[in-house]
């Protein structure tokens, strides 16, 4: 069983998150640190410096990036392809610096490192591989071609052979490390920004639902009794045309009662108003409501309530109707429907401390290779180990991610496990044999107040 959701957003337009005035700004700060090192190994240390060469080098970044802030605007981001030649000259000109600088004989060598970073950060895995390959054989190329540094009265400056060496080595491990793990932090961040993102989408959505179930009832509410009043005065006045001096009267009532309707529409306005009594319903009721998308899909729901306690038994919680609780159950219902062979199982059971509810099935359970990352987002199956029973299914984490998110933000501490034995046969499974997912809440923090409902509010 894997989690069910919906397709992960694209990722294709990654480097359209990188700003050219990003890389612009980087750029000066790394011109302004080269100008700098130069100078002060020039006049304070007296290295010999072809200072010809080495300004011309660094001019070369001046004027790109002069041009880039006078040619592009500010607001500009850069395609796939933009973003990789900008990172691969920033990392021509670095190793065309430390080629007159001494090569690998001159500690800022292990600057090379930064266009392969952030190109891990930003781009795709393409781009970042190709800049890693280029920085590991520049770095080669002038460890072994560059103009040896020296002293202005010619004494050779010289790193011992082994040093070099082990110099070029951490560099070369330090761009494959550092492009490693930018690369994983950089992708979890980001499929957590666009799973969070799918979760407020679907947050809005099921709060637009519940508001334009508000609206409904609030409208059929309010604006029933004046209805039935006029059609009532209506059907008067229709029999008791001949009674004249009546006429009058109904008349002016009907105009009273349309000039009513006219002020209810009128408070209620282009949202409507928020009907109280949704807004709180017994546990049983919130439960079908989550599972009633899912009734009718060839599997059976069965939806059990009860508590231990006798006296508990009688009084079913009533909690909050939350949108965040329905369509997080309903995702986790779905899952369970998805997966089951025939059978979904949600029972509920509560104490005066907290309220608990289990969603059971008889499929095969969660893959036991995923049971300890579910709730992840776009967490995927490899395509080897595609469910049978859905050959074009790839579960992406993401539906169960949105539930588990949601329901937390009610208070609520999710489980997962699966119920099949593995020391007993499929014959001697028994029934509820598949996934188990177990979401507990503090009563206090998902029960309703048992306060007056008060006068419908207008939507905010």
């Known amino acids: 069983m894997t989690e069910g959701g919906p397709i992960s957003p694209s990722r294709e337009t990654r480097s359209d998150w990188v700003r050219l005035r990003t890389l612009i700004l980087i750029r000066w700060i790394a011109i302004f640190g080269q100008i700098s090192a130069i100078a002060v190994a020039q006049r304070v240390y007296g290295i010999d410096l072809d200072l010809g060469l080495c300004f011309m080098v660094v001019g070369a970044a001046v004027i ?9 605007p500010e607001n500009r981001r850069l395609s796939e392809t933009e973003a990789t030649l900008t990172l691969l000259f920033d990392t021509a000109q670095i190793a065309m610096l430390l ?13 090379i490192l930064a266009p392969a970073t952030i190109a891990a950060t930003a781009l795709q895995t393409g781009a970042t591989v190709f800049l890693g390959t280029v920085a ?6 002038v460890s072994q071609v560059h103009r040896p540094l020296a002293m202005s009265d010619g004494t050779p400056i010289v790193v011992p052979e082994i040093f070099a060496f082990g110099f ?24 957590m920004g ?6 407020q989408m679907a947050l809005a959505r099921e709060q637009k639902l519940t508001d334009l179930g508000g609206v409904v009832a609030a409208a059929a509410h309010e604006l029933g009794t004046p209805l ?9 006045l229709a029999d008791e045309l001949a009674q004249s001096p009546d006429l009058r009267a109904d008349a002016e009532l009907i105009r009273e009662q349309a000039d009513r309707c006219r002020d209810i529409l009128r408070s209620m306005g282009r949202a409507g108003k928020d009907d109280l009594q949704l807004r709180r319903a017994p546990l049983c009721a919130v439960l079908r409501e989550a599972a009633e998308p899912h009734s009718d899909r060839g599997k059976a729901v069965h939806i059990c309530a009860g508590s231990p306690d006798e ?13 965040e609780v329905i369509h997080g159950l309903r995702n986790l219902i779905q899952n369970a429907v998805d997966f089951s062979r025939g059978n979904v199982w949600v029972d509920a ?34 395509r080897a180990e595609a469910d049978p029973r859905r050959p074009g299914y790839e579960g992406m984490g993401l539906g169960l991610f949105i539930a588990k998110t949601l329901l937390e933000r009610t208070g609520a501490e999710l489980s997962f496990a699966n119920a099949r034995d593995p020391f007993l046969t499929a014959e001697e499974q028994p029934e509820r044999s598949g996934a188990i997912v177990e979401v507990t809440w503090p009563r206090a923090r998902i029960e309703a107040p048992d306060t007056p409902l008060g006068e419908n509010r207008p939507i905010a």
Request: hydrophobic share 50%; proline share 5%; charged share 20%.
């Open 64 to 72: 790109v990036n002069l041009l880039s802030t006078f040619i592009y």
């Open 99 to 111: 080629f007159l600088t001494g090569g690998l004989n001159n500690p800022f060598a292990l600057l």
């Open 136 to 141: 590991i054989a520049l770095v080669t190329l």
């Open 168 to 191: 070029w080595l951490a560099i070369v491990i330090g761009v494959i490390f550092q492009g490693l793990y930018a690369r994983r932090v950089a992708s979890e961040i980001h499929s």
């Open 194 to 199: 666009e799973a969070l993102l799918a979760t």
């Open 228 to 236: 039935a009043t006029i059609k009532l005065v209506s059907s008067e």
């Open 311 to 323: 006296a508990a038994r009688a009084a079913q919680p009533v909690i909050r109707r939350q949108p």
């Open 349 to 382: 059971d509560w104490s005066d401390s907290r309220i608990r509810l289990r969603i059971m099935d008889d499929g095969a359970g969660f893959p036991p290779q995923l049971l300890g990352r579910i709730g992840d987002p776009f967490v995927r199956r490899r």
